[in-house]
């Protein structure tokens, strides 16, 4: 499902721990780290999928986890013009996201990253609240700030650790080429 607009409709889950850090995935057989995320299919409402991706993705289920709550609207990211299926219909430009702040409530153990045919994470760890801006892919970066800096109230509710100052830097992709 594609929008008007060229976007497809996403949940983001930015899952944490009783310490406030989060959970941080690396994508099957790559050295790609990011939260949980996942398309919104036509008959899902944004929490629907939201339970099915964290079903999918880490294995735990609603009674394992507590909602804090969600961005108050669409965050938007575009692919780079290589990543764009041009001759794929309706065209996907990009994704918008809702972004959903969790907290497990489950034990380390019970994260299953196989839970699904197809799965998404080969490992993952916990992670300062930040850290994540260091490592995922540079085109999702503007959305991962802004999601963490909206969500963090909600975690931190008597003041977020301060962004260090690199995370509100941005930074230019790498080429392709230079590997």
Not at 106 to 115: F, G, P, Q
């Amino acid at each position: 499902m594609i929008d008007a607009e060229g976007f497809r409709p996403n949940v983001g889950i930015v899952l944490s721990n009783s310490r406030g850090q989060l959970f941080w995935g690396r994508r099957v057989g790559q050295n790609a780290w990011q939260f949980p995320q996942g398309g919104i299919k036509s008959h899902e409402r944004p929490l629907d999928a939201l339970y099915r991706e964290l079903e999918e993705e880490v294995g735990l289920q609603a009674h394992q986890v507590e909602i804090l709550g969600c961005t108050r609207g669409w965050l938007r990211y575009r692919l780079p013009p290589y990543l764009v299926r041009q001759h794929q219909r309706p065209l996907c430009i990009g994704q918008k996201q809702v972004w959903f702040m969790l907290r497990m409530l489950a034990s380390d153990d019970e994260v299953c990253l196989n839970a699904c045919g197809r799965p998404e994470f080969d490992d993952w760890r916990w992670v300062d609240y930040w850290h994540p801006l260091r490592e995922v892919v540079f085109f999702k970066r503007g959305v991962y700030r802004r999601a963490l800096g909206e969500l963090a109230p909600l975690l931190f509710p008597n003041g977020a650790p301060a962004a260090p100052a690199w995370a509100n830097r941005r930074r230019r992709p790498r080429s392709r080429n230079a590997r």
